[in-house]
Antibody
Framework: QVQLKESGPGLVAPSQSLSITCTVS????????VSWIRQPPGKGLEWLGV???????YYNSALKSRLSISKDNSKSQVFLKMNSLQTDDTAMYYC?????????WGQGTLVTVSA | NIMMTQSPSSLAVSAGEKVTMSCKSS????????????LAWYQQKPGQSPKLLIY???TRESGVPDRFTGSGSGTDFTLTISSVQAEDLAVYYC????????FGGGTKLEIK
């Protein structure tokens, strides 16, 4: 069955960069896209971007300059990189199957931005 | 960007009652070429990832109880729970996927 699992650093210092890996199973990254969504503690959902099966990407315009999504099809892994983190980037970061709607989600990885 | 506004922000009902919650988009999410509304609803229970309930505004995801119904078109949408159960305690989010992707702020459902 379709599964996604995020792994991240947990704690990131302000102004540093963030790298999160989403490892998937049950589907091929060449056939389906993977999206990233985040959720600050106690707040709503924010879509970050998507990488499609062919490798093209599409980002939230408000965060585009700080975001990069890539993947390694052979390892079934998708990578999110975000630069210049600030405290308001503290959030649960989720990866999800497809471009929308999102029928399958990972459990999320909590990233805290703090000195 | 299309903005999504949900109301109310929270509501409390007794088990067995009917619940309706609203989602309004700043622009139509109806795509004229296929007459589909690019609107989904998610349920997020405490400590869990969101779960897809409804897509294309009114199509129930497989396995979702039929007490959940999505309706509406264009810019105005509704999620109805016909008879609320204790397990429906959650935050409900609408989500448009016509132009980029945006989520509403959520409606928190509490059970009295």
């Amino acid at each position: 069955q379709v599964q996604l699992k995020e792994s991240g650093p947990g704690l990131v210092a302000p102004s540093q960069s963030l790298s999160i890996t989403c490892t998937v199973s049950g589907f091929s990254l060449t056939d389906y896209g993977v999206s990233w969504i985040r959720q600050p503690p106690g707040k709503g959902l924010e879509w970050l971007g998507v990488i499609w099966g062919g490798g093209s990407t599409y980002y939230n315009s408000a965060l585009k300059s700080r975001l990069s999504i890539s993947k390694d099809n052979s390892k079934s892994q998708v990578f999110l990189k975000m630069n210049s983190l600030q405290t308001d980037d503290t959030a649960m970061y989720y990866c999800a199957h497809g471009a929308t709607p999102f029928a399958y989600w990972g459990q999320g990885t909590l990233v805290t931005v703090s000195a | 960007n299309i903005m999504m506004t949900q109301s109310p922000s929270s509501l409390a009902v007794s088990a067995g009652e009917k619940v309706t919650m609203s989602c309004k988009s700043s622009q139509s999410v109806l795509y004229s070429s296929n007459q589909k509304n690019y609107l989904a609803w998610y349920q997020q229970k405490p400590g869990q990832s969101p779960k897809l309930l409804i897509y294309w505004a009114s199509t129930r995801e497989s396995g979702v109880p039929d007490r959940f119904t999505g309706s509406g078109s264009g810019t105005d949408f509704t999620l109805t729970i016909s008879s609320v159960q204790a397990e429906d305690l959650a935050v409900y989010y609408c989500h448009q996927y016509l132009s980029s992707r945006t989520f509403g702020g959520g409606t928190k459902l509490e059970i009295k």
